[in-house]
């Protein structure tokens, strides 16, 4: 719990100070004599007979604090005795709740942190720093670094019992079984559910002898989604060429589910390295084909696992421990280049990865929610699930509990509609582990999406495209049509049917007074330098502020652009022989 701390909050500043309460500190002056004797002892490290002497003070003087104090000082001093620490400082501080010595507070907040009381621990940790604070002495300012830890650690952990969120997870039907299931994954259409699953290995017959343990083995698995039963199926295992032999998971899909990335662990001259696949749906031959990542991405003596790719098959995410991170295992990225091949991944930076370990990315399907799994964050204990925006510039936020635990929480998926979550766990009522899923509560959810099909008419004929959409914001849809200006429009998910998408030889619609249409206008322009265009919108001014934009803010060429008005609302194309 008191792993790395990444920064400092204090509180303080904020509390008043501490009114000096009047309480029986002092001991009675016919007992002054044997509490000096006491004092003296202690000072010369003969602890046993200061301790002597000061528990008969203490006993003859019930509601003084200094004989309590001193002797929480005597526990702490001679060999840290945890029972009399605890017995001591807590008599102390009911005798005096504002002893005005700064390591009664300090001691007594431990103690509240160990008991999980952390509104009082950091009650206590404050009190020591407003005593501490300015202060010379240096028995004090010893324990300033600790006390530090200790308050952060109690402020962030009270924080999280107040503030407990929604959590009540169920075995997803059908993936889940008497057998083990883990790490799983939901295709972006949610009909399809990969995981591995733990089972028997076949014996040979032949042997002489039985083995009184079942022996197991893990193997990659998809269930497919029944809508008329309303759950997945019980399972299947994948074909060849997936469970050859080697170990693999951590599986993640395109939208169109013809692009599967996982993990494969090998052995190579006893060294065992995982390394990323990439299998390719083959129409023709119904079958997968597989091929392993090129070495930008997996290395020789670096392992790299838990892929994650982007719904659009443009990002790929995955761990790695390879040089240049920023500590044992880091987050990294790269992309797809114009030639297919995928760009030198690069490190997601301090925003997401610290000196600690971070695994398992999920990039939900609106390409900027990214859900992981980190020891280096602040949490409760080993590896807790954490989210970030990517596109934002805050830091990853905690699950919160009681979702996040003392146990480790590895692996994690949200589905498309960002509703539901799931991981792999156990609850009550199961002897093995299952894929648990449940409620994601509001301010966990990423930006809700859904996979729209939509029909485009060109002049080599009709195709279907799969479409990530927003159920929220404006969507911006381009297409690259061969010969023709792409058609771009906006509007809401929901609003966005077959019928907007339609492009002809040389006339695209436009809303030209959307500024993430001009963008996405500018910036396929810039891809293909040989196409002029016209601006046309019924009333001049419009058309004028689009060129405007066009040529200041997106610093298009002039002469690649021209503008008129009181004409349909159209964008023509003037090709370049």
Same mark, same amino acid.
């Given at each position: 719990?008191?792993?790395? &701390?990444?920064?400092?909050?204090?509180?303080?500043?904020?509390?008043?100070?501490?009114?000096?309460?009047?309480?029986? &500190?002092?001991?009675?002056?016919?007992?002054?004599?044997?509490?000096?004797?006491?004092?003296?002892?202690?000072?010369?490290?003969?602890?046993?007979?200061?301790?002597?002497?000061?528990?008969?003070?203490?006993?003859?003087?019930?509601?003084?604090?200094?004989? $309590?104090?001193?002797?929480?000082?005597?526990?702490?001093?001679?060999?840290?005795?945890?029972?009399?620490?605890?017995?001591?400082?807590?008599?102390?501080?009911?005798?005096?709740?504002?002893?005005?010595?700064?390591?009664?507070?300090?001691?007594?907040?431990? %103690? #509240?942190? *160990?008991?999980?009381?952390?509104?009082?621990?950091?009650?206590?940790?404050?009190?020591?720093? $407003?005593?501490?604070?300015?202060?010379?002495? $240096?028995?004090? @300012?010893?324990?300033?670094?600790?006390?530090?830890?200790?308050?952060?650690?109690?402020?962030?952990?009270?924080?999280?019992?107040?503030?407990?969120?929604?959590?009540?997870?169920?075995?997803?039907?059908? &993936?889940?079984?008497?057998?083990?299931?883990?790490?799983?994954?939901? /295709?972006?259409?949610?009909?399809?559910?990969?995981?591995?699953?733990?089972?028997?290995?076949?014996?040979?017959? /032949?042997?002489?002898?039985?083995?009184? /343990?079942?022996? *197991? @083995?893990?193997?990659?698995?998809?269930?497919?989604?029944?809508?008329?039963?309303?759950?997945?199926?019980?399972? #299947?295992?994948?074909?060849?060429?997936?469970?050859? !032999?080697?170990?693999?998971?951590? =599986?993640?899909? *395109?939208?169109?589910?013809?692009?599967?990335?996982?993990?494969?662990? /090998? =052995?190579?001259?006893?060294?065992?390295?995982?390394?990323?696949?990439?299998?390719?749906?083959?129409?023709?031959?119904?079958?997968?084909?597989?091929?392993?990542?090129?070495? !930008?991405?997996?290395?020789?003596?670096?392992?790299?696992?838990?892929?994650?790719?982007?719904?659009?098959?443009?990002?790929?995410?995955?761990?790695?421990?390879?040089?240049?991170?920023?500590?044992?295992?880091?987050?990294?990225?790269?992309?797809?280049?114009?030639?297919?091949?995928?760009?030198?991944?690069?490190?997601?930076?301090?925003?997401?990865?610290?000196?600690?370990?971070?695994?398992?990315?999920?990039?939900?399907?609106?390409? #900027? @929610?990214?859900?992981?799994?980190?020891?280096?964050?602040?949490?409760?204990?080993?590896?807790?699930?954490?989210?970030?925006?990517?596109?934002?510039?805050?830091?990853?936020?905690?699950? !919160?509990?009681?979702?996040?635990?003392?146990?480790?929480?590895?692996?994690?998926?949200?589905? *498309?509609?960002?509703?539901?979550?799931?991981?792999?766990?156990?609850?009550?009522?199961?002897?093995?582990?299952?894929?648990?899923?449940?409620?994601?509560?509001?301010?966990?959810?990423?930006?809700?999406?859904?996979?729209?099909?939509?029909?485009?008419?060109?002049?080599?004929?009709?195709?279907?495209?799969?479409?990530?959409?927003?159920?929220?914001?404006?969507? &911006?849809?381009?297409?690259?049509?061969?010969?023709?200006?792409?058609?771009?429009?906006?509007?809401?998910?929901?609003?966005?049917?077959?019928?907007?998408?339609?492009?002809?030889?040389? %006339?695209?619609?436009?809303?030209?007074?959307?500024?993430?249409?001009?963008?996405?206008?500018?910036?396929?322009? %810039?891809?293909?330098?040989? =196409?002029?265009?016209?601006?046309?919108?019924?009333?001049?001014?419009?058309?004028?502020?689009?060129?405007?934009?066009?040529?200041?803010?997106?610093?298009? +060429?002039?002469?690649?652009?021209?503008?008129?008005? !009181?004409?349909?609302?159209?964008?023509?194309?003037? +090709?370049?022989?």
């Amino acid at each position: 719990m008191m792993g790395v &701390v990444r920064s400092l909050f204090f509180s303080f500043l904020l509390v008043p100070l501490i009114s000096q309460a009047q309480c029986d &500190v002092k001991v009675k002056s016919g007992d002054q004599k044997t509490y000096d004797q006491a004092m003296e002892y202690y000072g010369q490290q003969q602890y046993g007979e200061a301790s002597k002497l000061m528990r008969r003070v203490a006993q003859r003087n019930p509601k003084a604090a200094d004989p $309590q104090f001193w002797l929480g000082m005597l526990a702490v001093d001679n060999g840290f005795n945890i029972s009399g620490i605890r017995k001591y400082f807590t008599k102390c501080i009911s005798l005096c709740e504002n002893y005005p010595d700064a390591r009664a507070h300090y001691y007594m907040g431990m %103690i #509240h942190y *160990t008991d999980e009381r952390y509104e009082e621990a950091s009650s206590e940790f404050n009190r020591y720093f $407003q005593l501490a604070n300015g202060s010379d002495r $240096q028995e004090w @300012t010893a324990l300033y670094e600790e006390a530090s830890a200790y308050l952060h650690w109690a402020q962030f952990l009270a924080d999280a019992e107040l503030h407990r969120v929604p959590f009540d997870p169920v075995p997803l039907r059908g &993936v889940s079984s008497k057998r083990n299931e883990d790490i799983p994954y939901i /295709t972006p259409d949610g009909g399809r559910c990969y995981y591995l699953r733990e089972i028997p290995v076949k014996r040979d017959r /032949t042997s002489f002898y039985t083995s009184t /343990t079942e022996k *197991t @083995t893990w193997k990659l698995f998809y269930s497919d989604w029944s809508s008329k039963d309303s759950a997945f199926d019980s399972g #299947h295992e994948l074909p060849a060429p997936f469970n050859q !032999g080697n170990s693999e998971g951590a =599986v993640s899909a *395109t939208a169109d589910g013809r692009m599967l990335f996982f993990s494969r662990l /090998t =052995v190579d001259k006893g060294y065992p390295n995982s390394d990323i696949y990439c299998a390719k749906w083959e129409e023709g031959g119904e079958k997968w084909k597989v091929e392993k990542l090129g070495n !930008g991405i997996n290395g020789n003596d670096t392992w790299e696992s838990q892929p994650s790719v982007s719904a659009d098959g443009h990002w790929l995410l995955f761990a790695s421990n390879r040089k240049g991170g920023q500590g044992s295992s880091d987050l990294w990225r790269c992309h797809r280049l114009p030639n297919g091949d995928w760009s030198r991944p690069e490190n997601l930076g301090s925003r997401v990865n610290t000196e600690g370990n971070e695994k398992f990315p999920f990039l939900h399907a609106d390409g #900027h @929610t990214l859900y992981f799994v980190s020891d280096g964050w602040q949490g409760f204990g080993g590896y807790d699930v954490y989210f970030i925006d990517l596109n934002g510039d805050s830091y990853p936020t905690n699950l !919160g509990l009681p979702i996040n635990s003392e146990d480790d929480n590895l692996s994690f998926g949200v589905t *498309t509609d960002g509703l539901h979550a799931y991981f792999p766990g156990r609850v009550a009522s199961s002897r093995s582990k299952d894929i648990l899923y449940f409620d994601l509560y509001p301010s966990a959810r990423p930006e809700s999406m859904r996979l729209c099909d939509i029909k485009m008419d060109t002049p080599q004929g009709s195709r279907d495209t799969l479409l990530m959409l927003s159920e929220k914001n404006t969507n &911006v849809v381009t297409f690259d049509v061969k010969g023709c200006l792409p058609t771009i429009k906006c509007g809401k998910a929901r609003e966005l049917d077959r019928r907007y998408v339609q492009v002809s030889d040389s %006339i695209s619609v436009m809303d030209l007074g959307n500024t993430q249409v001009l963008d996405a206008l500018a910036a396929w322009l %810039i891809e293909h330098p040989r =196409v002029h265009v016209v601006l046309e919108c019924p009333k001049s001014d419009e058309a004028k502020t689009a060129y405007d934009y066009l040529i200041k803010q997106k610093k298009l +060429r002039a002469e690649r652009l021209g503008h008129r008005g !009181g004409t349909a609302v159209t964008t023509k194309q003037i +090709r370049l022989q």
